[in-house]
């Protein structure tokens, strides 16, 4: 056999310490480049020990909201005991020192990350070539199927995409069951029948029935027409998540000013109309009332973005910074219509269909729950439904009960109150084709779910 | 940052880095140094701090007010910046 590794010719194609210089270089001065870098590389994708070590530090440092300058990773390096050696000042500072700001951090990181992978391949042929050496009678199948198995794995390019088999698959469909199992037996025993969730509470008791919650992963599309409470009802998720429950969502605006926002919270949060709030039109306790509702928004987890030109590639990198920095886990886009053109040659329900799918991607990477609002037609369709249908988990619509509804349908004559329908048009994980009565305050702001009268 | 404030920025933190590593100056001296390059280049804040400081080197004499100065500047939260105000009032009143 003439298998022979040349140490010379392969190390060369093993790591590239200039993409890898680049990559932290452009993280000490470049907030993009830090979001872009700790989505996608890991220290051990550095060949280099010790630029390993920079990134890390870099990564811990911008999770704890600190912009990882030159200075802060001395700080941080000598502090830990990291940095020690005059030698490590110096790579160091080359780093701190050679920034060339070009956009192409992308090609860089791609570059180091490649690296990371061919030294992958270069241990397996090495690990196979000895197995190949020191056995040579071994079963010649059992062989090929490791090493395919093992090839597999490596051109994987990211860790999700395992490949389960039928092992784990029975092993994971017994846990979730037998989890459900001992909840069920939780809930009738401990909580008196309430169904706890599986994610963040919707804010509406029928709703998380039906649900279970907003799930981490999870495309939620809500449609509206103008007027009829897009924001309104973001706002009451954003409350129900954020000062109910004291999680963090981020909340991405491209029609209203931060005042504008701010404005509603205090109506939201204190039931007085938006209009006399608006005008200043009110008296001195509820004014108090207002500040008191204030001082709750300060304790929440409400992040907000207005950003009137969004598009799909800025949501991507403010969602990778806030699941980061804040560990958000849920983000909601009010609303898609108005984010701007990727591609003018493209139509309106391409362009919609390619930003729902991109949030879908987001929603799965990071593990969060991303809510869409989308503008309804006056006829109350909705452009290219059937496309953001297939790809979101849960699709809502938010329609005023119409007039004959109330005069004929006697399920609907039992919630006097209602003025609204929250219509699930689709749910991957349970019932859909409901329309759950609810009440609509267009003047507070607010939302619930209608009382149900029984007749007698 | 301009070029030449950068080339500045770069050497001085390497310099105040090097110092510590060679154990000419303590972690906590270095730390605060550091964080003083940040506030001036990079932030440009707490203006009056460095003013006072720039006072405090024309008239430093080793004496013991100096040490009482310097230990109050080492152990300043920069974070709190009601707590550098009211430090910062009580250093003018020893200078």
Redesign the interface.
Known sequence: MNLQFSEQITEEYLYDLESERRVLSSMLHNEDACIEAHNALISTDFYSPRNATIFALACSLYEREIHP????I??EG??LGL????RE?EEL?YI??HYIDDENIKYWIKRVKDKARLRKFEAFLKENYQRLAEMPDQDVEQMLMAAEEQLTNLTALEIDDHVDSPAEMAALGYDEVERRFLRFKEIRELYKGVIPLDGLSTGFENLNHITLGYKAGDLIILGAQTGHGKTAFALHTARTIAVDHGKNILYLNTEMSRQQIALRWGSILSGIEHDRIRTGDINESELSLILNGYSRLRESGFYSYPCPNLTPEKTISIARKFKAQKNIEMMVVDYVGRMEKVDPRLSEWQILEQIVKTQKMLAQNLKIAVMCLVQLNPDGTLQGAKRMKNECDLMLKLAPIPREDREENEEIARYPDANYYLIIEKNRDGRSGVSIPIVFDLQKQSMRDAQRIDQR | MQKEEK?L??EA??L???L???EVIS?EE??FL??I??LVI?RRDEPELIVFLKQWAQNYKNSETDDIIKATLLALDFNDKEAVGTNLNILRDLL
Do not use: F, N, W
């Open positions: 300058t030159y200075v802060e001395i700080k000598h502090g940095l020690t050696h005059p000042l500072k701190a020192e | 080339q920025y770069d933190a390497s105040i880095a090097d510590a590593l060679r972690a270095m730390r550091l964080t390059l940040d990079i």
